[in-house]
């Protein structure tokens, strides 16, 4: 791949952490729960900081962009991902949500494993990792939610 197709790829991560950061701060605004606002409310604040660093790296000459050219990131296998809306129910949202971290997980694990750049490698690192907290908090949620306890 070429630096131009590596900057492509992190303009698609941009837009997906702005569409994450949307979701999250839409449905905030529309949960009733104090602590599932709070939580939606604070992975709307990560994905900012994520948008923040792929921003950053766009604006680095391409020539400082440290990656393989020999390795597939496989970032078009996930574009059939549903568009989010505010309209989907709850348990719907948080299955949208998973999906949609998921998919940053596993970008981001990609751009870390193809990084030349040592300190390039472990943000990238960093971000799936945060990326993988936000799944399993939402996991936990989405269990407790559509699993729920009958006696």
């Known amino acids: 791949m070429t630096p131009e197709e590596y900057r492509k790829i992190i303009s698609t991560a941009i837009d997906r952490e702005v569409e994450a950061y949307t979701f999250y ?30 921003q950053g790296l766009l604006s680095k000459d391409v020539k400082e962009l440290k990656f393989s050219a020999s390795k597939d990131y496989k970032v078009g296998d996930n574009i059939e991902t549903p568009a989010l809306t505010p309209d ?12 949609k971290e998921l998919e940053a997980m596993q970008m ?5 494993q193809n990084s030349t ?35």
């Open 25 to 54: 701060k839409t449905v905030s605004g529309k949960v009733k729960d104090a602590n599932l606002k709070s939580l939606f409310l604070e992975l709307a604040g990560e994905e900012t900081k994520h948008r923040e660093f792929l």
């Open 88 to 99: 989907l129910t709850p348990v719907d949202g948080l299955v949208v949500a998973i999906k």
């Open 117 to 151: 750049g040592a300190e390039q490698k472990k943000m990238f690192m960093e971000l799936a990792s945060m990326e993988r907290g936000h799944k399993s908090r939402l996991e936990d949620i989405y269990v407790n939610m559509a699993f729920a306890e009958k006696w």
């Open 108 to 112: 981001y694990t990609a751009l870390a």
